[in-house]
Structures are given as structure tokens and as C-alpha cells.
């Protein structure tokens, strides 16, 4: 139980263009998606929080106009990369939590390269 | 600013050993306590889960909570090649987890 799916799990895309990630729960209903990147040797970094049917809430610091979050059902949360730049290659990652309690489900995360 | 404190490493031990890994946090009213496992390049995958003092098992790994010293723990016993990895803390108060930047662990063959 709990699997999180996420897609693409790889992506290359040329600077300037935009990038759409999509996170899934398999097997039960996220109330909350959440939204990570990580850098090579660095810690896990939160994006933003979304919650099904309202707006994402953003970290300090992370562009909202950037980095568009829907979360329009219990099973499904996009991640779009608005005018990708070299420096917004990254590990994406997702996770989700059903609300019966505090875990976090990750996704197998999506390695973006912005060329 | 709430914080979780993890010692980067990288922690060595030997296979069969007993690895043991540490966590403070500042928040004083958290209540959910995690402990995720993360190999090289991959996400982070949930091993353990603690909401009260004291020890809980599964299988080769026990989680140890100790809210009064605001201190969690990790053992892994017997511990094989392929416990090596990255673990990661995580602490929950409110509607907010906040995860440490993690131990890594190397168990030599």
C-alpha cells in the first residue's frame, strides 16, 4: 500500500520552454501533496504544500509564478517548470499523505536537465 | 525556527555491527517522528514511524524516542552492505514536517 507514482522519471528540456511533472497516489486518497527538489549531495528542499482543491502554499523563497501546483484531485498533483533555466535542473520529488496520519509517501522523483 | 539536527557523517561500520543513528529537534510540541531511508539518486522511502516514548521494533530496526530530551534514534542491527544509504529524520508539529539533512551510512563487507 501507500505507492506514489510520479512521471516523467527523467525529462530534458531546452531553456525557456516549460516542464510538466505529475504525481499520483496508487492506492489511497492524498489530502496533502508535497513538492520537493534536491540538488546533488544536498538535503531535500520543500517547494510547497498543496492541499486537494485549494492553492498551493510556497515556501519562502520559491517562485510561485515559476513553479505552478495544481492539486485538482485526491490523486493527482502537477508540478510545471514555467521557463525552465539550466539552474532549475534538478531532482523533483513528490510525496503525499493521506491525512490518517503524518507519514509521507515519496514518488521515485523526476531528474529534470535544463540545457 | 523549528529545527531537526542530524550529524552528516559519514557513519562506517562494520557488517553485523549495530548502526546507530541520532536526531534532536527544537519544537518541543511535535508529535510524529519518522525515519526515512534515501539510497543514491533515489527518493526517500519510509521505514519507521514513532509517536510515543520509548523503543518500538521492526525487524532489524528500532526507533527510539525520548520526547523529554527531544531525541530520537535509529538501530539497525545486524547491519548488511545494503543498508548503506542516506537516513533522514523527520519531525512533525502542527501541519509541518520538517525533515534533518540526514546521516550517511556506510557498512563495510
Known amino acids: 500500500g501507500a505507492v506514489v507514482s510520479q512521471h516523467p522519471s527523467r525529462v530534458i528540456c531546452k531553456s525557456g520552454t516549460s516542464v510538466k511533472i505529475e504525481c499520483r497516489s496508487l492506492?489511497?486518497?492524498?489530502?496533502?501533496m508535497f513538492w520537493y527538489r534536491q540538488f546533488p549531495k544536498q538535503s531535500l528542499m520543500l517547494m510547497a504544500t498543496?492541499?486537494?482543491?485549494?492553492?498551493?502554499?510556497?515556501e519562502q523563497g520559491v517562485e510561485k509564478d515559476k513553479f505552478l501546483i495544481n492539486h485538482a484531485s485526491l490523486t493527482l498533483s502537477t508540478l510545471t517548470v514555467t521557463s525552465a533555466h539550466p539552474e532549475d535542473s534538478s531532482f523533483y520529488i513528490c510525496?503525499?499523505?493521506?491525512?490518517?496520519?503524518?507519514?509521507?509517501?515519496f514518488g521515485p522523483g523526476t531528474r529534470l536537465t535544463v540545457t | 525556527q523549528k529545527e531537526v539536527e542530524q550529524n552528516s557523517g559519514p557513519l562506517s561500520v562494520p557488517e553485523g555491527a549495530i548502526a546507530s543513528l541520532n536526531c534532536t529537534y527544537s519544537?518541543?510540541?511535535?508529535?510524529?517522528f519518522f525515519w526515512y531511508r534515501q539510497y543514491s539518486g533515489k527518493s526517500p522511502e519510509l521505514i519507521m514511524s514513532?509517536?510515543?516514548?520509548g523503543d518500538k521494533e521492526d525487524g532489524r530496526f528500532t526507533a527510539q524516542l525520548n520526547k523529554a530530551s527531544q531525541y530520537v534514534s535509529l538501530l539497525i542491527r545486524d547491519s548488511q552492505p545494503s543498508d548503506s544509504a542516506t537516513y533522514l529524520c523527520?519531525?512533525?508539529?502542527?501541519?509541518?514536517?520538517?525533515f534533518g539533512a540526514g546521516t550517511r551510512l556506510f557498512v563495510k563487507a
Open positions: 510525496s503525499a499523505s493521506s491525512g490518517d496520519g503524518d507519514e509521507q509517501y
Open positions: 492506492d489511497f486518497q492524498a489530502t496533502t
Open positions: 498543496s492541499n486537494e482543491g485549494s492553492k498551493a502554499t510556497y
Open positions: 519544537d518541543r510540541g511535535s508529535q510524529s
Open positions: 514513532i509517536y510515543s516514548n
Open positions: 523527520a519531525v512533525t508539529g502542527g501541519f509541518k514536517t520538517i
